[in-house]
Structures are given as C-alpha cells and as structure tokens.
C-alpha cells in the first residue's frame, strides 16, 4: 500500500535541491542547488558555482523537468503545455522574474488557480510600477478597472496553452498587439474576450490606442472574413490548436450565437478538441450529451447519430444560452 510504504508520490526534495543530507542532518543547513562533495571537482570557464538561490538556479530546477519544445503558435509560445519555462524565456519581463515568484513549490496549485487577480497583478507591479495609480493604469488599457481588459493576465498571459483539462494561461509575456499573432489569425487577447467582433474592429482599436500596423495584404490571405466574427474563424480554423482556443474563448463568453459551430467541434478530428468543446458545451447548456447519444471518444460512425440528435435538440435555442453584450 503506497500510503504505508510510498516514500514519495510525486516530485521529491531531491527532484529540485539534489543531494540533502547535510540538510536532513541540520535543518539549519539550508539544500544547495548545485552537487558538492569531497570527491567532486567540478570546474566551469566563467565564474566560480554559486549553489545558492541565485535567480538562475532557482529558474534552472523548474527548467529541468518545464523545458521542451512543442508545436507553436505565430509568437513562438507552445501551444500545449510542460514548457512552461522555455515559453516563459521566450516572452518579455523573464530576465527579472522567478518562477517561484507566482508558483510556491512547496505547495500543490491543486485542481484550480487560487489566487486572485490582484495577488498576481502584485507581482506584474513590483517592477511596472507606473502602472500602481490607477489613473495611469486606466490610460495604458483603456478599459475600466475590474474588467477583464484591465487585468495584466488576461491581456500579456491569455489562455492560448492546451492544459490537461482546459485552457490555461501562456507562460510567454507578450502585447495583444503582436504582429506576428493578428497576421497569422492565431489567437490574440483582444477577441479572446470580443470573440463576437471582427478583426477590423480589432485592429482599428490597437492602432488608435498603441499604433498597431499590419499588412492588409496578409490579412486578406488569413482571414476569410475579415468583417465576420473572429470567434467563428477560429472555430473553423485549419490549425487544431486554434480551434482549441477558439472553443474555449466563444464558451467563456456564453457565444450562443456560435452554438452551430461548436457542434461541429464535437466531430473535430482531434479527440482532445472534441473532449474539451463535450465538456464547455455540457457546462454552457446544462446538458449531458451521453443522455442524447453523443460521446467525444467515439469513432466518426459512432459519433454521427448522436451529432444528428444534437443538432435537432439544443439548435433554434442560441439566444437562451448567449451571453453576448456591446462592451
């Protein structure tokens, strides 16, 4: 039984501090971050080895297991996640910041973020201080505070990154202005949230607010409607990782008016986007699709009478379930 006998059952002390014995031996002896012993020489070519808690050690125990390379969205983040670390260095701010600066490693995050919106803004705020008064703060964003376009997060850390069971925050720190993201129609922060408005509108506000240019050309290529909702793009994006997020964005908002194109989600060819689009439209509706003969882990000929069903019952009640509204 490994509650009896199990000497760990997960990432142990050693995982991150190495050898501890001299630490198991006098608690006052704090772990170091580096292997030492009387029968080791390690020699480098730069500086002498701090085993300390240096800002680069501290980041480095995280790097070995965070670290790796996945598929990528326009701003070189990964699109799915445990490259938290390589994604965060690709990113601004990473120089200053640690990674247990918002994550305690003695701690379990658990199933859901705990923290508030205004402890982690505390941490974006210890270096962008300009930002504290809220005068300054309401400048820079132009949106009212309190609302998801004030927040430092939602717009510098969007839910572009394929958690284990939904959409969690990007560890690269990067503008919704950024070109290579609106060119590219992958997911930017400003429709994350307006999934309902175009990329036009999108593009006219960043140009008036931060100068934001982006070549037309491109647009036009990328975007088959650029004056149709961007929400709908991505729900019929080629890229899978883009109808991911694009699931997840148009059900944060309650986008009933997408409900015809989050059910095709459910045939997606991804199993992964049919699991999370089963499980944001059972949450929405407050319906259990296995009741009306749907499962997302069906093979397509299982899945097509229950998609059928489905179709029938909840299409003609978009309005019921939207949460749309002029913002």
């Known amino acids: ?101 918002c994550h305690d490693p003695h701690q379990a995050i658990g199933p859901r973020w705990t923290r508030t919106p205004a402890q982690d803004e505390a941490v974006c705020l210890k270096c962008h201080q300009e930002f504290v008064a809220a005068d300054t703060r309401r400048q820079h964003t132009h949106h009212l505070a309190g609302s998801g376009g004030a927040g430092c997060l939602d717009c510098h850390m969007p839910r572009i990154n394929e958690g284990l069971q939904d959409l969690v925050r990007t560890h690269t720190i990067f503008s919704p202005n950024h070109r290579g993201m609106l060119e590219s129609n992958h997911p930017n922060a400003c429709n994350l949230c307006h ?33 149709g909702p961007v929400g709908a793009g991505w729900l019929e994006s080629e890229d899978e990782a883009v109808r991911l997020v694009g699931t997840d964005a148009v059900l944060r908002q309650r986008a009933g008016w997408s409900l015809r194109l989050l059910l095709e989600r459910l045939d997606d060819e991804f199993l ?56």
């Not at 949450?283 to 489905?310: K, N």
Request: with cysteine.
């Open 195 to 227: 999934v309902e408005r175009s990329i036009d509108w999108t593009l006219q506000w960043l140009h008036r607010w931060y100068g934001t240019e982006a070549d037309r050309l491109v647009l036009g290529r990328t975007y088959t409607d650029r004056k």
């Open 272 to 327: 992964i986007n049919r699991q999370f689009a089963t499980k944001g439209i059972e949450d929405m509706l407050g319906v259990v699709l296995e009741d009306l003969g749907y499962r997302f882990h069906g093979s397509p000929d299982e899945r097509r009478p229950g998609l059928e069903r489905l179709r029938e019952t909840l299409l003609g009640h978009e309005e019921e379930v939207s949460g749309d509204e002029e913002r």
């Open 1 to 101: 039984d490994a509650r009896e006998f199990g000497v760990t059952l997960g990432i142990s002390c050693e995982a991150c501090h190495l050898g501890s014995r001299r630490h198991a031996d006098d608690p006052k002896q704090l772990p170091g971050f580096a292997p030492e012993s009387p029968h080791l020489l390690a020699e480098t070519p730069g500086e002498r080895i701090d085993p300390g808690r240096t800002h680069a050690n501290l980041n480095w125990a995280c790097a070995r297991c965070h670290a790796g390379s996945r598929s990528e969205f326009a701003a070189g983040m990964g699109t799915w996640n445990s490259i938290e670390y390589t994604d965060a260095t690709r990113g601004g701010c990473y120089s200053q910041l640690k990674c247990i600066d």
